[in-house]
Every structure is written in C-alpha cells, then in structure tokens.
C-alpha cells in the first residue's frame, strides 16, 4: 500500500509563489513516475506536470510550462511543485498521483497512476 500526502496549498495573490509537496510512504516504495494533476471549480481534473523517477524526462501542460517546475528529493521521498506567476485560473484542487509500474496509458492521463493524494487547494486571487 502506498500512501501520497500533499501539502502547501493556500491563498495567494495573483503573481505570487507556492510550492506543493507531495510525500510518498509505504514498504519499500519505488516508483516509475510522478505526477501533478488538478481540478478546478466545476471543471475535470487535469494534467499539470510529471517527471520520471530518473528525473530524465519532465513534461508540462502547456497552461504552466515556464512558471511551474516539478522536481524530487528521493531521499525524503518527496515531489515538489513550484509554482510561479500564479493566475487566477490556477485556482484548483491539486493533486499528486504516482505511477508504480510503468503504466502503457499516456503521463498526462489519470489512468496512468495507481495511487492519488487527497489533494490541496490553491487558490489564486485577482
């Protein structure tokens, strides 16, 4: 069993920062890929960003390529998302998903991941 914890999420002013943290625990934890989605208000979750755990290969939404950046701390088991220039359309449920095994879905679909956090608000005003 593995479990995802997110944290860092609040209110903030458009144009400021936040970073996201996502810790993994479980036995003997390894994972193949992880990932951001998010869902705002009224809307369907959405893919936000991945990295693979080699950190070879990161890919972005193009809605925050350039402002949010995902990295990893593999001794603490640990995904960031450093989100910079916050707009008001970022205002959502962020979420953090792993991918175990190395699924055949796309990364930028939730069918991918096998396990999810219960996610963290953001919210960014105008």
């Known amino acids: 069993q593995v479990q995802l914890v997110e944290s860092g999420g609040g209110l903030v002013q458009a144009g400021g920062s936040l970073r996201l943290s996502c810790a993994a625990s479980g036995s003997t934890f390894s994972w193949y890929a992880m990932a951001w989605f998010r869902q705002p208000p009224g809307k369907e979750r959405e893919f936000v960003a991945t990295?693979?755990?080699?950190?070879?290969?990161?890919y972005y939404a193009d809605s925050v390529k350039g402002r949010f950046t995902i990295a990893r701390d593999n001794a603490k088991n640990t995904v960031y998302l450093q989100m910079n220039s916050l707009k008001p359309e970022d205002t959502a449920v962020y979420y953090c998903?792993?991918?175990?095994?190395?699924?055949?879905?796309?990364?930028?679909?939730?069918?991918?991941?096998?396990?999810w956090g219960q996610g963290t608000q953001v919210t960014v005003s105008s």
């Open positions: 998903g792993v991918d175990l095994y190395g699924g055949s879905s796309y990364y930028y679909t939730q069918e991918r991941y096998d396990y």
């Open positions: 990295m693979w755990w080699s950190g070879s290969s990161t």
